[in-house]
């Protein structure tokens, strides 16, 4: 029997205006804070998927937290209040089709235990397929329109996120956050809300999406030969979106991907699939989308602002 592998990628089109209605405080308990500008959440992994827990409206559940997000997405299923009564909707874009009616809402405050993010759009969609494949309660998506204004500590090895809130240059109010050591960073290009990295499959130069989200790697089907030889398919797979459509594809193992001479990666779990519809919808010419696969191997700190991946070295020798 067929896997069943979701692939949350809800990069979003511009909005179409938003209601003056309000939500009320979400927060996240199990945060820990270490000044006024700084937090750091634990986080489970559901399958591949990183989540984290959040309340809001007396109700606890779930957000994944997404890079492939334009904004803050909340599950219709759970908003069902909120959505009733608005009719102003917008389009957003999965990775495989366009979600029809999502509604937008405004947030009056949005606040991680002691750090305040206020006035910032969400939209409500049914997320409700994504709930009961991953088993859990699921009130949302965290996407960029939350996270720019951070520098984001991803750390696979300890299962926690750091959020430090930055200025407009980039820099961290708070200095000095880290006690690991920073080892090497590179360079992205912010297409919209979707980094954009130049990685190598042996000497074929590529370009990149980076989407915490993703839960296999995905490689463009239209590339070139040279860099195809290195995709090792072993089986087929079935994705499915954001708005639940369902695709088959091809799964196996990418080889031989760096990001410079010292920064490579072991074979990578990937499928093969089309995602030229994406690249059209969003004017990008990706060739691949890189996330999972990505950060267990990377404990990666992504800066929005200066446009950079830093990475922190391991302290432990993995496999």
């Known amino acids: 029997m067929q896997r069943l592998i979701f692939i949350i990628l809800l990069l979003t089109l511009p909005f179409i ?15 820990e804070v270490l000044n006024e500008n700084t937090t750091r959440i634990p986080f489970k992994l559901v399958d591949h998927l990183i989540v984290i827990e959040a309340e809001l409206l007396n109700q606890k559940g779930n957000f994944i937290i997404d890079t492939g997000s334009e904004r803050l997405m909340l599950n219709k299923k759970h908003f069902k209040t909120y ?20 509604i937008e809402k405004r947030l ?11 006035h910032k759009n969400s939209d409500i969609i049914d997320l409700s397929h994504i709930e009961l494949s991953k088993k859990m309660r699921l009130l ?12 984001i500590f991803i750390d696979m090895h300890l299962n ?14 708070d200095k000095n ?11 992205f290009k912010l297409k919209k809300h979707t980094i954009v990295l130049e990685a190598y499959i042996d000497d074929q130069k590529m370009k990149f999406g980076l989407d915490t989200a993703a839960e296999y790697n995905q490689l463009n089907a239209s590339i070139n030969k040279k860099a195809l030889k290195h995709f090792f398919p072993k089986r ?22 760096k990001l410079t001479e010292s920064i490579y990666f072991a ?53």
């Open 17 to 31: 205006g938003f209601s003056k209605e309000k939500f009320e405080v979400i927060s996240f308990p199990e945060a």
């Open 236 to 257: 087929r797979l079935m994705l499915v979106g954001a708005s639940g459509k369902r695709i088959e594809v091809l799964a196996g193992k990418l080889y031989r991907v």
């Open 83 to 102: 959505s009733a009564n608005l009719n102003k909707t917008r389009e957003t874009s999965g990775i495989h089709n366009l979600i029809d009616n999502s």
């Open 108 to 118: 009056r405050e949005f606040i991680i235990k002691d750090l305040k993010i206020r």
């Open 140 to 151: 949302g998506i965290i996407g960029y329109n939350i996270l720019k204004d951070y520098e």
């Open 160 to 173: 926690q996120i750091t959020l430090s809130r930055v200025n407009a240059k980039g820099e961290k109010l």
């Open 267 to 319: 074979p990578m779990k990937t499928t093969l699939t089309n995602l030229n519809r994406m690249n059209e919808a969003f004017g990008t010419s990706l060739d691949g989308l890189m996330g999972y696969e990505f950060l267990r191997q990377q404990r990666t700190i992504i800066n929005y602002q200066k446009e950079k991946l830093y990475f922190v070295e391991y302290p432990l020798n993995r496999e």
């Open 177 to 187: 956050i880290y006690l690991e050591r920073l080892i090497d960073s590179v360079d």
